[in-house]
């Protein structure tokens, strides 16, 4: 049962989560108040986990989410409910693109969905962040800003920022500093 489960959901996010992997996260946090496959904390691992290894982050997380619930075939089974949408979708649209491409419904409805995918991915982005610099379990006794945001992390934030608009190395660079920063410092 639970693989057909894992199958249905991850169908579902796969064939709503237009724009990218970064566009499964609100689905998958929808997913962590739903099941007990994963929670809201473990999100920012996984996503950390799938940014840095190999393939699109939406594959890689339905992977994760999948295995982490139900071993290997779980995560078969949730990637393969992920990426069969995309399939059956892009079948019918090769089918028709020809016809439809220079329509100018066609048009509006990319540029309707442009900006959905924006706010998408920034509500994602946004919760990735309270998780990553926010903490949660000191809300009880608040003597100081330390308190509430990890320091640590934020300045950690605020030095990643400034490299990465200053100096244009691959992504992959600063995926590798983050990881011995995070290892070395604990953050």
Known sequence: MIYLTLFLEFFKIGLFSVGG?????PFLYELADKYTWF??????TMIAVSESTPG????????????????????????IGLIVPSIIIIIIVAHFLDKFKESVYV??????????VVGLISAAGFEVLKLSIITWNSMVQIKSIGDIINVKAT????ILIYLTNRYKKHPIFYIGIAAVVGVVFKI
């Open 21 to 25: 992997g970064l566009a499964t996260l």
């Open 39 to 44: 929670d809201k904390n473990m999100l920012s």
């Open 56 to 79: 699109p982050i939406g594959v890689n997380m339905a992977t994760y989410s999948g295995f982490h619930s139900s071993g290997i075939l779980g995560g078969i089974v949730a990637t």
């Open 107 to 116: 048009e509006s409805v990319f540029s309707g969905l442009r900006p959905a």
């Open 155 to 158: 300045i950690f934030l605020a």
